[in-house]
């Protein structure tokens, strides 16, 4: 994929790079890299163009080879970009040889999507959790010529005279922090066990899904919140909690933030409290982008971290959203006759599963048979913690 964009003064600009092997086609390839240019604008960079390399395995020094190495080098240089990106993560030695070929910062995908976190992250508790995450990512990770490190040591831009003593102060720095951050988590951490403890005697609701699928959108839409809802990627970091009723029947229901592919392992370890809200839900509404290419493969992103997460399968309700956003090369492939219609998406999709709906959140399209199926899913769990209920 090749791009060019015209981008405002002074934004920062970016490459992407990205390897095409056995494992991954150009076609797929190319869907990474536009879910990569979408992280990248999330930040606030201006992607110029995309570089990709049959190779079957990374280089072990600089990752692409030669040839596109120096080709890379040559558009960097004429055009002054800012960052570059790749779309798999990249080892020390490999950050440390390109930093000092491109003569630029060097961004793997855990790094992008760690700035993206802690520039959306909200609450004290979120902002701690990234920094950990963050800081974590980074240590083994400093080079001479570019540590992160210039607001704490007060300086900016890149210091290319940096040296090795000046190294050992930045991993200093990261690792006090880091002991800093644990403790300030850790305190944070039991003020919400405190908080959990006073919801337990309620069934509690959980939206779950890839990132950009809708769920801050149906989360407003249910429960009338002041929710962040962005056509971007990781629009909400911070989980949100509210109450809702459904025929005199009290439940919480915690939107959640979105899953990715090849979401950095830090990031998911420092998160783990915040995914508490996943652990101990009883139900989960697991959000689909029906509408997108690839939303097959997102739902099995997510059923795999949810595993991780949970080490077991929880009550869920499969939610096919976006379905005012089916396109002619949609019904193609699922051989569906025009204008498609929710008879139509049952008859192929829901596989003899009735916990399977298809909604559009923003249109507000069938949003009652949701209502339904989840008062069906809160009642049967709330008739167990209290089976006197209706007495």
């Known amino acids: ?30 869907e990474y890299l536009d879910e990569l240019e979408f992280l990248a604008t999330t930040l606030g960079v201006a992607v110029r163009k995309s570089f990709t390399q049959r190779l079957d395995k990374p280089d072990i020094r600089t990752f692409v080879g030669k040839g596109k190495l120096e080709e890379i080098t040559a558009f960097v240089n004429a055009e002054k970009i800012d960052k570059v990106i790749f779309d798999d993560d990249l080892t020390p030695s490999q950050i440390r040889n390109l930093e000092k070929i491109l003569n630029c ?4 995908r855990s790094l992008l999507i760690l700035d993206i976190f802690l520039k959306r992250a909200q609450t004290a508790r979120a902002k701690t959790q990234v920094e950990l995450a963050r800081y974590q990512y980074l240590l083994p990770r400093l080079t001479r010529m570019w540590t992160h490190l210039e607001r704490q040591r007060g300086g900016t831009g890149t210091r290319g005279g940096a040296g090795e003593k000046e190294i050992e102060t930045d991993r200093r720095i990261i690792r006090n922090q880091i002991i800093i951050l644990r403790k300030k988590l850790d305190k944070i951490e039991k003020q919400q066990i405190t908080q959990r403890k006073s919801r337990q005697n309620m069934v509690r609701v959980a939206l779950v899904g890839y990132t950009n699928v809708g769920k801050s959108t149906l989360m407003k839409l249910l429960t009338n919140a002041d929710v962040l809802a962005e056509d971007k990627l990781f629009a909400t970091v911070d989980s949100t909690v509210r109450k809702m009723v459904i025929n005199s029947m009290p439940f919480l229901i915690s939107d959640t933030v979105g899953f990715i592919r090849k979401l950095p392992h830090h990031l998911i370890e420092s998160f783990k409290s915040t995914l508490d809200e996943i652990r101990e839900a009883d139900v989960l509404l697991h959000v689909l982008d029906i509408s997108h290419p690839y939303f097959e493969d997102q739902a099995e992103i997510v059923n795999k971290t949810l595993l991780e997460i949970c080490g077991e399968e929880k009550p869920t309700i499969l939610v096919y959203n976006k379905i005012d956003r089916i396109n002619g090369q949609f019904q193609q492939r699922y051989e569906l006759e025009p204008p498609v219609d929710i008879e139509q998406l049952k008859a192929t999709f829901m596989n003899g599963q009735s916990d399977t709906v298809f909604i559009s959140a923003r249109n507000n399209t069938n949003i009652d048979e949701l209502m339904e199926k989840l008062y069906e899913k809160v009642s049967k769990k709330h008739f167990t913690i209290y089976p006197n209920y209706l007495n």
């Open 105 to 108: 910062q060097i961004y793997d």
């Open 1 to 30: 994929m090749k791009k060019l964009v015209h981008t405002a003064p002074n934004k920062e600009t970016a490459i992407l790079v990205a390897l095409v092997n056995h494992s991954q086609s150009g076609q797929r390839v190319k």
